[in-house]
Structure formats: C-alpha cells, structure tokens
C-alpha cells in the first residue's frame, strides 16, 4: 500500500506565477489535510477536505490559495501570484476516516525567486 | 484558539544520557501526538495519545499524557546518535475541527 504522495517534491516559481501543488492520498483515505512548514517552524494547518468539499479552511490565507479535492484524481493546493513569503514546505496528510491518525507525504519545497 | 508549546526548543545532549521534551497545550485537546522529522523529510508518527495517563514506549522513547495539566512529555532513556531529529509534539482541539496544532519543534542533537 503506497503511502500519501505529492508531487512535485521541489517547484521553483518566479514571483507572480501560479505554483499548482498535488497530494495522492493513501489508498482507501478520502480525508486529506493540508500544512505549511517555513523554515525551523512547526507545520501549520492549512486546510481540510473531504472528496469534492472543503470541511475547514481556517488555515488558509484569504486571498491567492485555493484547495480542492475532487471525485477523481489527487487533492490539488493552488497558490496564485506567487510571493517570496510564500516558500516553504508544503505538506500533505491523509486519514481513512475524521478524527483519526494523518499519515504524511514527503511534501513539497517551495521556493520563490 | 488551541496553543501548543514545546520546550526546549534546542537540546544538544550525549549518548547514554537521559532527557525529557515537554509538550504544552492551552485548551481541551482529545488527542496528542508525537512525530519525529529528519532534516529535509516528511514527518514519521511515533506517538498518538487519547486518554490521561496513557503512556506509550517505542525503543528508548516513551511519551506520557496528563490531560489535566495539559501536558504530555517525550522521554528519552541513554540517547544514541540515530535519535538525533526534530521532534514536534501536536494536538487536535476536537469537535469540529480536525487540522492539528504543531509545537515549534525540539531540535535533539546527540553527539557521540
């Protein structure tokens, strides 16, 4: 059973571009959670969803970031315009049911230049 | 708003001795959770605890969970080098929202 996956592991974006950031979660998880790690931090939680609905999106910064996670394929985190402030690492986590363990990926650096 | 603190913050200790983390959280948490991270890698799940008192032992780790002091403690009994890592403790407020909440992370540095 392949764990959660993301890809790609490292995005190099220009200030102003569009960073599109994907998350496979393990099979049989449909919960997926969203985090951000900036450098010697702990991770932040960013955002919740469950196939096609965003549960908890409290975490998330109100303008540029977007999440979904639809019927079909992997849970997608989509940072619009994008700014320095905006490197880290992002992390993807999934669980089989609410209110259990998350497992994580291997995330995704993020560097903005 | 759910808080969680960690302390220390740094720790550089040697081999073979003994030392514990503390995990701090500011309000009701229904589970607390303890994961090890490597430089440049994803988080590793060492601990989940549920209930007070509970206590866990992997190895040379064991965690511990006082619900009512909003506590929960690391320990690590004769360190060796392959423990070296950042240790975050985390917590989840419960009803309705499942995000966690991370401490800022014990970064254990274990020389030889």
């Known amino acids: 059973n392949a764990g959660v996956m993301q890809n790609p592991r490292h995005l190099v974006r220009r200030r102003g571009q569009e960073a599109r950031l994907r998350c496979s979660p393990m099979?049989?998880?449909?919960?997926v959670y969203w985090y951000r790690q900036l450098p010697e931090e702990g991770l932040k939680f960013m955002v919740y969803l469950q196939k096609e609905n965003i549960i908890d999106e409290s975490g998330m910064p109100k303008e540029r970031f977007s999440a979904e996670f639809p019927k079909e394929g992997p849970s997608i985190l989509r940072i619009q315009q994008v700014v320095r402030g905006d490197s880290a690492a992002y992390f993807c986590a999934s669980s089989p049911f609410e209110k259990n363990e998350q497992y994580f990926g291997p995330g995704t650096r993020l560097t903005v230049t | 708003e759910l808080k969680v603190e960690q302390n220390p913050l740094f720790l550089s200790m040697q081999e073979g001795k003994n030392y514990t983390i503390y995990c701090n959280y500011s309000?009701?948490?229904?589970?607390l959770y303890w994961y090890r991270q490597d430089p440049g890698k994803s988080l590793e799940s060492l601990f989940v605890l549920l209930s007070n008192g509970a206590v866990k032992q992997e190895g040379r780790l064991m965690a511990s969970l006082d619900t009512k002091a909003r506590l929960s403690t690391l320990h690590i009994t004769a360190a060796v080098h392959d423990l070296s890592a950042t240790y975050f403790c985390?917590?989840?407020?419960?009803?309705?929202?499942?995000?966690?909440?991370f401490g800022k992370g014990t970064h254990l540095i274990i020389q030889p």
């Open positions: 099979k049989g998880h449909s919960h």
């Open positions: 985390a917590a989840r407020s419960g009803g309705g929202a499942d995000g966690l909440t």
């Open positions: 309000t009701t948490s229904d589970r």
